[in-house]
């Protein structure tokens, strides 16, 4: 059956949805499950000398020095990414991940997509977007549309809610390492336009929220925090334990009103519960904030608050309830949380 392949690759993790043809019409987009655990991929690639593979899965021993991520916020970058002594642009890194989601979803379909579709960050102009289009054909992509991220969550949305021409939408991204803000319009041939767009001057995501529970973790063990590892591999392997299980309690934060952190470090160890209502007095200087950014993008963009259909919030860190919260308090209309795809 003809279908349609929408990627996102994010600064932390990569998502996908696929919209299949039935006759003149396409279905309601559909989440792609790449992971195990999840549907979405870190957005991680890994050296194997000579060449690149991708990381399909969250918490996975990745070798020191081999890992590369962060690529797709520096496509336009002339200096190249190093992973050991090799540099590698970072359009060319971009390029590698999606094309291995694509043999992905060709091999689970069993045939490749009518359509290809990549989002990008609003801000890109046609440099960084003739970048990304050179390297996707480097690696036998052809043909791929690059399509601003803001717009892509417009018309997700308005897959399920209608969307009359002329309306606007406030777009609020919440990623892992960055918070971005936009304002679309939809024209009257039915497409999405981006009205203004802005990041937070701060960077501002969902790691920002891990390094405040770990923070908060070391706080609560005080005296008994343990030295610096300094190279022993299984105290850096203890390490990375905790902080996963940090960013762990963050997404369960997310339901239940409470939840205990193991502690297991080399001569430290504790059981240590957090509530949501500490954890988002942690978060809350933080998250407070990127509502002056929305406010600068609504006003760039000429649009009173009032005037939005509706905001969309997406993104990881979107999920933590705070944060909808928050945005309903700066704008009257709808605030709706995007869903992250799920296992």
Do not use: N
């Amino acid at each position: 059956m003809p279908y349609a392949l929408g990627i996102d690759i994010g600064s932390t993790c990569t998502s996908v949805a696929l919209s299949r043809r039935y006759g003149p019409d396409w279905g309601h987009p559909e989440i792609v499950p790449l992971g195990r655990a999840s549907a979405a991929v870190p957005s991680v690639l890994v050296q194997v000398s000579p060449d690149l593979a991708v990381v399909a899965e969250d918490g996975a021993e990745l070798p020191p020095g081999a890992v590369i991520r962060g690529f797709i916020r520096r496509v336009g970058d002339d200096v190249p990414m190093l992973v050991g002594a090799e540099p590698y642009r970072p359009q060319l890194l971009a390029a590698t991940l999606a094309s291995w989601v694509a043999d992905q979803v060709t091999a689970a379909e069993g045939e490749p997509p009518d359509q290809l579709v990549l989002a990008h960050p609003a801000c890109w102009g046609p440099y960084r977007r003739g970048l990304l289009h050179q390297a996707l054909w480097q690696v036998g992509l052809d043909g791929v549309t690059l399509l601003p991220e803001p717009v892509a969550v417009a018309e997700d949305y308005a897959a399920s809610v209608p969307v009359e021409p002329g309306a606007t939408l406030a777009i609020y991204s919440l990623g892992g390492t960055r918070t971005e803000c936009a304002v679309v319009r939809r024209g009257s041939g039915a497409a999405f336009e981006v009205l203004a767009s802005a990041e937070t001057c701060v960077p501002v995501g969902g790691a920002d929220f891990d390094d405040a529970i770990l923070d908060w973790v070391l706080g609560e063990l005080g005296d008994a925090t343990p030295e610096d590892p300094d190279g022993d591999p299984d105290a850096l392997r203890a390490w990375a334990r905790l902080r996963e299980r940090c960013a762990a309690s963050k997404e369960v934060l997310s339901e239940v009103a409470a939840t205990t952190i193991e502690v297991r470090l080399p001569g430290a160890r504790a059981d240590l519960v957090l509530t949501r209502t500490r954890f988002e007095e942690l978060i809350r200087p933080a998250l407070a904030g990127t509502l002056d950014t929305l406010a600068y993008t609504l006003e760039a963009a000429g649009v009173p608050a009032e005037e939005v259909r509706a905001t969309v919030l997406v993104g990881g860190a979107a999920q933590v309830p705070l944060a909808e919260m928050l945005v309903a308090t700066a704008m009257p209309g709808p605030v709706v949380t995007a869903p992250m795809p799920a296992a």
